[in-house]
T-cell receptor, first 115, second 112 residues
Framework: NAGVTQTPKFQVLKTGQSMTLQCAQD?????MYWYRQDPGMGLRLIYY???????DKGEVPNGYNVSRLNKREFSLRLESAAPSQTSVYFC??????????????FGPGTRLTVL | EDQVTQSPEALRLQEGESSSLNCSYT??????LFWYRQDPGKGPEFLFT???AGEEKEKERLKATLTKKESFLHITAPKPEDSATYLC?????????????FGQGTILTVHP
């Protein structure tokens, strides 16, 4: 099993450009998450999908949109990139949204730079 | 508001020198406390989940313990390959989704 995969691994954008970060999991998990990791700020939740067909905002959703394409795939879109969105983005998945065994498993990350 | 504070920020050890990392937390009813390991340039790797005070879990040279206010990650006779950032996170009861609140992490360096 590949676990959680993310594409691309690296990306450089100019201010105002748009892009979509892709995430897929092969663990048959119900819940999926998007985080950003910044120095001194730790991991912060952007959006989550508790189950297929649902999405909700996390702590820092401004400037982002998400799509839960099916049970396996969860994408994150930046419509008009800003330098403040320079960060490392991680996708994660878990078997349940709130019950025991809610360990989240992370992908390898996408390193995004916005110039 | 849920809070997680990890200490120290950075820890340097000699190979074989045992030590502990601390994770202090404030949460409105703990559902679970999670430990992760993160290597440079990679995603966090799940290590342990602890659910109630007094619980302990072990994996190789790592042992995690939990009290009502903090968790410790004990590292016994560490090796250079244990060098990484160790992250602690908590999940509160009553959350409608798997919201985790993360600490800033402890950067562990083990010298040969």
């Amino acid at each position: 099993n590949a676990g959680v995969t993310q594409t691309p691994k690296f990306q450089v954008l100019k201010t105002g450009q748009s892009m979509t970060l892709q995430c897929a999991q092969d663990m048959n998990h119900n819940s999926m998450y998007w985080y950003r990791q910044d120095p001194g700020m730790g991991l912060r939740l952007i959006y989550y999908s508790a189950s297929e067909g649902t999405t909700d905002k996390g702590e820092v959703p401004n400037g982002y949109n998400v799509s839960r394409l099916n049970k396996r795939e969860f994408s994150l879109r930046l419509e008009s990139a800003a330098p403040s969105q320079t960060s490392v983005y991680f996708c994660a998945s878990s078997g349940s949204s709130g019950g025991l065994g809610n360990e989240q498993f992370f992908g390898p990350g996408t390193r995004l730079t916005v110039l | 508001e849920d809070q997680v504070t990890q200490s120290p920020e950075a820890l340097r050890l000699q190979e074989g020198e045992s030590s502990s990392l601390n994770c202090s937390y404030t949460v409105s009813g703990l559902r679970g406390l999670f430990w992760y390991r993160q290597d440079p340039g990679k995603g966090p790797e799940f290590l342990f989940t602890l659910y109630s005070a007094g619980e302990e879990k072990e994996k190789e040279r790592l042992k995690a313990t939990l009290t009502k206010k903090e968790s410790f990650l004990h590292i016994t006779a560490p090796k250079p390959e244990d060098s990484a950032t160790y992250l602690c996170a908590v999940q509160a009861r009553g959350t409608s989704y798997g919201k985790l609140t993360f600490g800033q992490g402890t950067i562990l360096t083990v010298h040969p």
